[in-house]
């Protein structure tokens, strides 16, 4: 990661010629400094992906103006979907958790040692448990309780809270509820979840359980955006471990409780540098 500011570009259009040259040439045309660049060529789907990272004081405008220049210059004539971030702006994730407590107390430990650059507003649960721990770190704890007979307004109440708080993303840290569709439909890309399966095995609930019966040698754990389909989102990361038939799923969830974490964390850094872009129901991730 740069030291200094920097601003970064992802972008994706149909496949041509000259869009390096139209999106660089733009940029050194008024002397921006690029610092980093990355570029994949879909041949199936005709889709050409870019990321780029461009230092920010050297450009003679701010973001507003380089977003009209950009949009009329180059994003119009190519058919460009793209947005620009900088790199002085943190973004708020807002922490989702039910009862287990491994992937929370791993995403607190990062943020609190700057290993992720990002402000925490909030943590939503559905149960009281973590409530201590959270407000020992100084961050607001809401307890949203989800019954069969209150999920409307359990939910609104989960939105006003991250609508409030200015969020950018939730990552449901182990949150062992159903979003409604037209929740995860209002946040496209913006719901980050923790599976823990190496999917699209062993959807749904218990998937160690499910892999114990099935005798698996592999069982792993799977970041991805949140969809209407249940564990069927954009995986952005994914990692696994082997086992054998001597492991109880007593072990194979000890095991996989240490994938999740760092899957998680993985996952939620790609996401919050700006290096995932999605395509249907797939990610291109430039690492």
């Known amino acids: 990661m740069h030291r200094q500011r920097f601003y970064t570009l992802t972008a994706s259009c149909p496949d041509q010629v000259g869009i390096i040259a139209r999106v660089s040439g733009f940029i050194a045309g008024h002397g921006g400094w690029i610092l980093e660049s990355s570029y994949h060529s879909d041949a199936i789907t005709g889709r050409y992906f870019m990321r780029m990272e461009i230092r920010a004081d050297s450009l003679p405008f701010l973001l507003a103006e380089f977003r009209e220049r950009f949009e009329t210059a180059v994003a119009q004539p190519l058919s460009m979907q793209w947005r620009i971030n900088d790199s002085s702006i943190k973004k708020r994730v807002v922490v989702l958790v039910s009862k287990q407590e491994h992937c929370l107390y791993d995403l607190l430990a990062r943020w609190q040692a700057k290993e992720l650059e990002i402000e925490i507003p909030c943590v939503i649960s559905n149960h009281e448990s973590f409530r201590g721990f959270v ?16 999920k409307p307004a359990a939910f609104a109440e989960m939105r006003r809270i991250f609508e409030e708080a200015h969020g950018d ?3 449901l840290a182990r949150y062992m509820q159903i979003l409604p569709p037209d929740f995860c439909a ?21 998937p160690y359980h499910q892999a114990y019966d099935r005798g698996v040698k592999l069982i792993g754990a799977t970041c991805h955006y949140v969809t209407a389909d249940l564990d069927q989102g954009p995986i952005i990361e994914q990692d696994v471990i082997r ?23 993985r996952g939620l850094r790609y996401h919050l540098e700006d290096r995932v872009l999605t395509h249907g129901n797939k990610t291109i991730v430039f690492r």
Request: charge should be negative; include cysteine.
């Open 135 to 150: 407000e020992w770190h100084g961050i607001t704890f809401h307890h949203v309780p989800v019954t069969p007979d209150n």
């Open 169 to 171: 993303c939730m990552v």
């Open 186 to 206: 209002d946040y496209p890309g913006r719901i980050i979840n923790i599976h823990h399966s190496f999917l699209p095995s062993f959807v749904g609930a218990k």
């Open 243 to 265: 086992i054998d038939h001597s492991d109880a799923i007593e072990d194979m969830v000890r095991y996989g409780k240490d994938i999740e974490k760092t899957v998680l964390a």
